[in-house]
């Protein structure tokens, strides 16, 4: 593969990103214990400190599903390596480009004051950090809150990185293509996770899964609760099930916003070739050949549809109507170009509706060892999508009511970042093992309030109005794709988090982070024109 080759850092890079999968994998399936995870943590750490800051960054974002939870003591085992990495990346970031003294650190902010987008950017971004920091004087548990705090900082710290370094558009490019790595690995392991339901019964797929993998994976906090308190891997109907892919992830449904944020690189790779030659004819574009990733594209569509979510089966509209609205843009404004290769990237939405067809056999075939009586399960769950009476979506109903009425009584700081359990009566452990308002927007209103909402809807709307000058004034053919491919999943999974909130889930956030600074590193989008 071509994002595999250039110079002997690059070469060196990969054979450490194989070195950890490989470690990785002796890990999590219990071949090597997980008291040689500090080992391999310092390891890393070595190696971020000494590798060039453009490799340590592509490495970082290649590993974001491989990453382990540090078994520091028997009742703190779950924090992640990545937390570190973040930490140091960034540190080796400011002391490389800016010293690390007070007059570089305000000339930075200085010159990233004066680029356009960022400077639109940062306020909301400043003012949702201010009053998530506010949100910690009506917080029930305050300490909670200010861990909450850290964690988002913490999630940010690379991205602050991206940002700087892809307004290079080698390392864009670069980063781009490198995307898909992780986003093809743990769509395979998936599918391998998938066949393995044919082969085991459900007792010993949770321990294999539950009690091995998870824990190896997470620590033994969250996979208590995931076998315990509850999980999203199984779609029930009486006494049959079905499994819900998650891969490598603590549930069904970060996993799929994962793979299809990441999706857009994947087009990069396949399609960039096909529309530079051939983006004044649409005809010619669907019958040119693509590169072999493309097959890929298919299998994430796949892979997404077999987690059962079914937001994200809706979101699927969602992304079809955002397709078809900028299409008419494009048109209104006489960018025949790009409306054109925007129709010819959306189109490939209908393989994923296509691909509902071969999910129908797959959900209905019987799984860890079980018949199923009914034929009709996959169906049943399409249905059940508008079914306001099924259990879960009344549920959920009853939460966002619960919130709305949370916002009503806390309009302004809401009750606390962190502390969402508080709107439902909950405990505040509950916060970990999934207590949320299932709907990203009402979660951020009730917790920090609603000017947080404002401010968070304000943020997408640049980053989105970002990806759109991308798409139309890049003069560079895989930028051009990247954005094009961006206007169709960003909108699927905003859409998606209307009932849910896992893109908080640390590995989906990585990957969003990775993607929002790539997309607004481009410093003056309107003042290029295309070659």
Same mark, same amino acid.
Request: charged content about 15%; hydrophobic content about 50%.
């Given at each position: 593969?071509?994002?595999?080759?250039?110079?002997?850092?690059?070469?060196?890079?990969?054979?450490?990103?194989?070195?950890?999968?490989?470690?990785?994998?002796?890990?999590?399936?219990?071949?090597?214990?997980?008291?040689?995870?500090?080992?391999?943590?310092?390891?890393?750490?070595?190696?971020?400190?000494? *590798?060039?800051?453009?490799?340590?960054?592509?490495?970082?974002?290649?590993?974001?599903?491989?990453?382990?939870?540090?078994?520091?003591?028997?009742?703190?085992?779950?924090?992640?390596? @990545?937390?570190?990495?973040?930490?140091? /990346?960034?540190?080796?970031?400011?002391?490389?480009?800016?010293?690390?003294?007070?007059?570089? /650190?305000?000339?930075?902010?200085?010159?990233?004051?004066?680029?356009?987008?960022?400077?639109?950017?940062?306020?909301?971004?400043?003012?949702?950090? !201010?009053?998530?920091?506010?949100?910690?004087?009506?917080?029930?548990?305050?300490?909670? *809150?200010?861990?909450?705090?850290?964690?988002?900082?913490?999630?940010?710290?690379?991205?602050?990185?991206?940002?700087?370094?892809?307004?290079?558009?080698?390392?864009?490019?670069?980063?781009?293509?490198?995307?898909?790595?992780?986003?093809?690995?743990?769509?395979?392991?998936?599918?391998?996770?998938?066949?393995?339901?044919?082969?085991?019964?459900?007792?010993?797929?949770?321990?294999?899964?539950?009690?091995?993998?998870?824990?190896?994976?997470?620590?033994?906090?969250?996979?208590?609760? *995931?076998?315990?308190?509850?999980?999203? @891997?199984?779609?029930?109907?009486?006494?049959?099930?079905? !499994?819900?892919?998650?891969?490598?992830?603590?549930?069904?449904?970060?996993?799929?916003?994962?793979?299809?944020?990441?999706?857009?690189?994947?087009?990069?790779?396949?399609?960039?070739?096909?529309?530079?030659?051939?983006?004044?004819?649409?005809?010619?574009?669907?019958?040119?050949?693509?590169? $072999?990733?493309?097959?890929?594209?298919?299998?994430?569509?796949?892979?997404?549809?077999?987690?059962?979510?079914?937001? /994200?089966?809706?979101?699927? /509209?969602?992304?079809?109507?955002?397709?078809?609205?900028?299409?008419?843009?494009?048109?209104?404004?006489?960018?025949?170009?790009?409306?054109?290769?925007?129709?010819?990237?959306?189109?490939?939405?209908?393989?994923?509706?296509?691909?509902?067809?071969?999910?129908?056999?797959?959900?209905?075939?019987?799984?860890?060892?079980?018949?199923?009586?009914?034929?009709?399960?996959?169906?049943?769950?399409?249905?059940?999508?508008?079914?306001?009476?099924?259990?879960?979506?009344?549920?959920?109903?009853? #939460?966002?009511?619960?919130?709305?009425?949370?916002?009503?009584?806390?309009?302004?700081?809401?009750?606390?970042?962190?502390?969402?359990?508080?709107?439902?009566?909950?405990?505040?452990?509950?916060?970990?093992?999934?207590?949320?308002?299932?709907?990203?927007?009402?979660?951020?209103?009730?917790?920090?309030?609603?000017?947080?909402? #404002?401010?968070?809807?304000?943020?997408?709307?640049?980053?989105?109005?970002?990806?759109?000058?991308?798409?139309?004034?890049?003069?560079?053919?895989? #930028?051009?794709?990247?954005?094009?491919?961006?206007?169709?999943?960003?909108?699927?999974?905003?859409?998606?988090?209307?009932?849910?909130?896992?893109?908080?889930?640390?590995?989906?956030? $990585?990957?969003?982070?990775?993607?929002?600074?790539?997309? $607004?590193?481009?410093?003056?989008?309107?003042?290029?024109?295309?070659?």
């Amino acid at each position: 593969m071509p994002i595999l080759k250039s110079s002997n850092k690059i070469n060196y890079l990969n054979t450490v990103f194989v070195v950890e999968v490989i470690l990785f994998g002796l890990i999590i399936t219990g071949i090597l214990p997980r008291s040689v995870v500090p080992y391999f943590s310092v390891a890393l750490v070595l190696y971020i400190i000494f *590798a060039s800051l453009e490799d340590t960054t592509i490495f970082f974002v290649r590993s974001i599903p491989f990453f382990l939870a540090i078994p520091i003591t028997a009742t703190f085992d779950n924090f992640n390596s @990545w937390r570190i990495l973040a930490g140091i /990346i960034f540190l080796k970031w400011m002391i490389k480009s800016h010293n690390l003294n007070p007059k570089s /650190i305000y000339i930075m902010i200085r010159s990233y004051q004066g680029v356009n987008m960022f400077k639109k950017i940062s306020l909301p971004l400043v003012s949702l950090l !201010l009053l998530s920091a506010l949100s910690i004087i009506p917080a029930t548990d305050k300490i909670l *809150a200010v861990k909450r705090i850290i964690y988002f900082l913490n999630l940010s710290l690379v991205g602050l990185v991206i940002y700087d370094l892809a307004q290079k558009q080698d390392f864009a490019k670069r980063l781009i293509k490198n995307i898909s790595i992780p986003v093809i690995a743990v769509t395979l392991i998936g599918f391998i996770q998938l066949i393995s339901t044919y082969f085991i019964d459900i007792y010993q797929f949770m321990r294999i899964w539950g009690e091995g993998i998870q824990c190896n994976q997470f620590g033994n906090q969250w996979c208590d609760i *995931a076998v315990q308190v509850g999980n999203t @891997w199984f779609a029930y109907y009486g006494e049959q099930l079905s !499994l819900r892919v998650f891969s490598l992830f603590p549930d069904s449904h970060s996993f799929p916003q994962f793979i299809l944020l990441g999706l857009p690189s994947v087009f990069v790779i396949a399609l960039s070739k096909v529309v530079k030659e051939h983006h004044s004819s649409f005809k010619k574009m669907i019958k040119t050949r693509s590169r $072999l990733i493309v097959i890929a594209i298919p299998l994430i569509f796949l892979a997404s549809i077999l987690t059962g979510t079914r937001g /994200i089966w809706a979101g699927s /509209i969602g992304a079809l109507m955002a397709g078809g609205f900028y299409v008419y843009i494009l048109k209104k404004n006489n960018h025949q170009t790009q409306k054109g290769v925007l129709i010819y990237l959306t189109s490939y939405i209908s393989i994923f509706f296509l691909l509902l067809a071969v999910a129908f056999p797959i959900f209905e075939s019987p799984q860890f060892l079980l018949s199923k009586g009914d034929s009709l399960l996959f169906g049943r769950r399409i249905r059940s999508i508008i079914d306001f009476g099924e259990t879960s979506n009344s549920q959920r109903i009853a #939460i966002w009511k619960s919130s709305l009425v949370s916002i009503k009584n806390h309009p302004m700081l809401g009750v606390g970042i962190g502390n969402f359990p508080v709107v439902l009566n909950q405990k505040l452990e509950l916060a970990r093992a999934g207590s949320s308002a299932h709907n990203i927007y009402l979660q951020i209103a009730s917790e920090m309030g609603i000017p947080a909402l #404002i401010f968070s809807l304000w943020f997408l709307w640049l980053l989105m109005q970002g990806v759109y000058n991308n798409f139309v004034y890049s003069k560079d053919w895989e #930028i051009m794709v990247y954005n094009g491919s961006a206007l169709i999943f960003i909108p699927w999974i905003l859409v998606y988090c209307l009932t849910d909130v896992a893109l908080f889930d640390e590995r989906a956030f $990585l990957l969003f982070i990775t993607i929002v600074s790539i997309i $607004l590193a481009n410093k003056n989008p309107l003042k290029s024109g295309r070659e």
